[in-house]
C-alpha cells in the first residue's frame, strides 16, 4: 500500500515539473522570453511617409506565425507587423499621418500576449518641415534716369531674372500647381503694375491670381516678372534727384492633400530722376 501511495506521489510530482518546465518556455510574459524591435529604417519620419525595421521573438516555445501588435504614443502614427517566420522574426512598418502637425518625439514599442518590448525612440515631421517649399523673389528692384530738368513724368519697365518658387511634398511629389498672387502694393502711383505670367498685377483690389506649375525634375517654377514703376519729373536744379517708391508683397500658396502651404515675400521697388 505504502509503495503504490510513494507511486502516485512521483507520478503526481513528475507532471507538476513538467507543467512548470512547460511555463517557463512560453512567451506572452513568461520567463525568459523576450520581445525585441531594432533595425528601423529612419529615425525620422516625415509626414505622410512610412519606416521599417525588424521585430524577434526569443522563446522556449514556437514562435511562428505570431500576430505581434505594433504600438505607438501617437495617434499620427500607425504601425503593422508580419507574422513571424520559423525563426521569430518579422518585418514591421510605422506609418505617419499626412497631416502631421507639429514636429515631436514619439515611441514605438510591440506587444504579444502580455510580453511588451523595448521602446524606440522616433522623431515624428511635421507636414512644413516635411515638405520643401520655398519661394524667392528680388527684395528690390530699380531705375535710374538722367535727364533734362523739368522733363516730364514717364514709366519704366524692369525685367526681374531669379523669381522663382520651389515645392516638394513631404512624400516627394512634385509637379504641383503654385497660385500667385499680390496681397498690396504700398504707395502705389498710377502707372505701377507688376506682370507676372502674363498677368498684370496694379494697384486694384481685390488682387488677381496666377499661377505656375512646378516641373517634375526638380520641383521649381520660373516667374517671368516685369515691374513697371513710374519715375518722377524731373527737379528744375540740375545734380537734384527724386524717387518714387512703392512695396510689393507677394503670396504662393500650394494646396495638397486638403492641405494649404504658403509662403510671402517684399520686394521694394524704386524709380529714380535726376535732372542733368
Known amino acids: 500500500m505504502l509503495n503504490n501511495r510513494l507511486r502516485v506521489l512521483y507520478l503526481a510530482v513528475l507532471l507538476m515539473s513538467g507543467v512548470m518546465l512547460t511555463g517557463c518556455g512560453g512567451t506572452g510574459g513568461a520567463s525568459g522570453s523576450t520581445i525585441t524591435l531594432s533595425g528601423l529604417s529612419a529615425t525620422t519620419i516625415k509626414a505622410g511617409t512610412s519606416a521599417s525595421g525588424v521585430l524577434t521573438i526569443a522563446s522556449a516555445n514556437a514562435v511562428n506565425e505570431i500576430s505581434v501588435d505594433i504600438k505607438t504614443d501617437s495617434t499620427e502614427v500607425t504601425g503593422t507587423a508580419d507574422k513571424t517566420n520559423s525563426s521569430g522574426v518579422a518585418s514591421f512598418t510605422i506609418t505617419a499621418a499626412p497631416t502631421v502637425a507639429s514636429t515631436k518625439t514619439i515611441h514605438v514599442w510591440a506587444e504579444y500576449n502580455g510580453l511588451t518590448s523595448n521602446k524606440l525612440e522616433i522623431t515624428l515631421s511635421s507636414v512644413a518641415d516635411s515638405s520643401t517649399f520655398n519661394f524667392s523673389v528680388g527684395p528690390t528692384a530699380e531705375f535710374s534716369r538722367a535727364v533734362a530738368a523739368g522733363t516730364a513724368a514717364t514709366t519704366a519697365n524692369i525685367v526681374v531674372s531669379g523669381n522663382q518658387v520651389s515645392f516638394i511634398a513631404a512624400d516627394g511629389t512634385k509637379g504641383l500647381p503654385v497660385t500667385i498672387s499680390i496681397d498690396q502694393i504700398d504707395n502705389y502711383s498710377v502707372g505701377d503694375n507688376v506682370r507676372i505670367n502674363g498677368i498684370d498685377f496694379s ?16 520641383g521649381i517654377a520660373l516667374m517671368p516678372t516685369t515691374i513697371t514703376v513710374v519715375l518722377p519729373a ?3 536744379t540740375v545734380g537734384q534727384s527724386i524717387s518714387h517708391v512703392y512695396a510689393v508683397y507677394w503670396r504662393a500658396t500650394v494646396t495638397y492633400k486638403g492641405l494649404t502651404y504658403t509662403k510671402t515675400g517684399v520686394t521694394s521697388v524704386t524709380g529714380t530722376t535726376t535732372a542733368s
Open 234 to 236: 524731373a527737379p528744375s
Open 203 to 218: 494697384g486694384v483690389f481685390p488682387v488677381q491670381t496666377t499661377t505656375l506649375t512646378t516641373n517634375n525634375t526638380d
